[in-house]
Structure formats: structure tokens, C-alpha cells
């Protein structure tokens, strides 16, 4: 569908066991623990927050908004964010997530310090923006899946924008561009990456957002880690990908 040239289909096969693989051992590691270092992760981290302190240097109090996009592993991304958080010398810090809460227990149980910001549910969708920007305020730091196809909010209507993916009109969610122009904040997006038993990422420059090209800066991103990394794409295989949107 996308006219990617895949050297290992196995591999694009087996994605979905592969990450349900690795959230349980994470998940589980760290409850029969208490707490585990995964320095691969933890390496994620430090890159991370040293672009993060360069961007506060570059432009002191210019908020950021840290985007994973959806490789590999949901409960990978979150120990990578509670890593940057602890990086940075925060108390707490803001995740806006899809993903159900509590898959295999308690999730805030075991991470207190992620405060995970779910879009499911009415409860949980009311005030949702204001919730980010109270983030932003407080820390300077929160953080936003802005890869996240149009498809997977299907029960609520979610607001988009246009862009260009993979040669063909498509549209991408729209939050992350109106409030980071709200907040003139910058976007910071990466993926995960898991061969061989090791986990590595790929950091892309940082995008402001209040620019004009934003979403399309955003969509090519998205283009350049889906060829360079599509056997890991938690998305992968969804047939409507970004080709459908409700008007709002």
C-alpha cells in the first residue's frame, strides 16, 4: 500500500507479539522489582533531555512538547519518558495517551511519576487541552503521540489536518499544531528502535510549531521513520492508515 520495499515481511509479521513481548517484560519486571535499568533506554533518555536543555538554552522558556512516535513498545516509550523526566528534575510529568490504562495491573502504581493523560472515555477527554496546557505551564515539558493515525480515535471525532503522506492526501491529528502555536512551543519527536536485543532510537531536529509547514514537517517525519523502520511500527498493517478522518 505503501510501496515500501521490505527486506524481512517475517519480521513486519511478527511485530504485534514482538511489542506485547516486550511491554509484559517491562511491565513485569519492574512490579516483581520494584524498579529495573535498562540502559539502552536510559541512553534514549539522556539524548533526549540534552536536546531538551539545548533548545531551553537556545530559547529560554520556550516550552516542549517530546513526541514518540508509536515504535516498538507503549510501555518502552513510557520508561524512556520517566527516564527524561528524572533527567530533567521533574516531580511529574504529562503524557497524552490512546492507549487503554492498566493493561496488565496498575499502571501509576508502578510509574507515579508519568501522569498519563488518556483519551479514552468521556471522563478523560473533557478539558483534555486545558490539562496539557497546565502542563506546559508548570514544567516547561509534556508529552504527545503526534503520529497518530486518524484511525485510532474512530469512536470520537478528532480534529485534523492535511497533509501529504506517501505520495497521496492524507491527514494527521491536529491537537499538537493548534496548542503548540498557542504556547510558541517546539516539537521534539523520536522512535524506538529493537534489534538484536537492544533498543536504540532516532531523534529528528525539532520542529516549532507555531510555523506554517508544521504538520507537513511533521508528515514527513512520519514518511522517513515508517521506510526506515516499518517492521517496528505499531500502526503497521492498518488499512486505512492516514487516509481517513471524520471532518472533525
Given at each position: ?155 470520537y471525532p478528532m480534529e485534523t489536518v492535511s497533509v501529504s503522506l506517501f505520495g497521496r492526501n ?79
Amino acid at each position: 500500500m505503501l510501496k515500501l520495499s521490505l527486506p524481512n515481511q517475517g519480521r513486519v509479521a511478527a511485530g504485534r507479539f514482538r511489542e506485547r513481548l516486550i511491554d509484559q517484560r517491562i511491565y513485569f519486571g519492574r512490579l516483581s522489582r520494584g524498579s529495573e535499568a535498562w540502559p539502552d533506554l536510559q541512553h534514549v533518555a539522556r539524548a533526549l533531555a540534552r536536546k531538551i536543555a539545548q533548545l531551553r538554552a537556545d530559547e529560554p522558556g520556550r516550552p516542549v512538547i517530546v513526541s514518540p512516535f508509536h515504535y516498538v513498545s507503549q510501555y518502552a516509550n513510557i520508561y524512556v519518558i520517566d527516564e527524561l523526566r528524572a533527567q530533567l528534575g521533574l516531580e511529574s510529568i504529562a503524557v497524552v495517551s490512546g492507549v487503554p490504562r492498566d493493561l496488565y495491573g496498575d499502571d501509576h502504581a508502578l510509574i507515579p511519576g508519568v501522569n498519563v493523560l488518556y483519551t479514552y472515555g468521556e471522563d478523560d477527554r473533557n478539558g483534555l487541552g486545558l490539562r496539557v496546557a497546565r502542563a506546559l505551564r508548570r514544567s516547561g515539558v509534556a508529552v504527545l503521540f503526534a503520529d497518530v493515525p486518524p484511525f485510532a480515535l474512530h469512536r470520537y471525532p478528532m480534529e485534523t489536518v492535511s497533509v501529504s503522506l506517501f505520495g497521496r492526501n492524507a491527514r494527521i491529528h491536529n491537537g499538537v499544531f493548534r496548542l503548540g502555536a498557542q504556547f510558541n512551543a517546539t516539537l521534539l519527536p523520536f522512535y524506538l528502535r529493537f534489534e538484536r536485543g537492544r533498543f536504540g532510537a532516532e531523534i529528528f531536529d525539532p520542529i516549532p510549531l507555531d510555523a506554517s509547514g508544521a504538520p507537513q514537517h511533521v508528515a514527513r517525519y512520519i514518511e522517513a521513520a515508517a521506510a526506515d523502520n516499518y517492521a517496528d511500527w505499531l500502526v503497521a498493517g492498518h488499512p486505512s492508515m492516514y487516509s481517513f478522518a471524520a471532518n472533525r
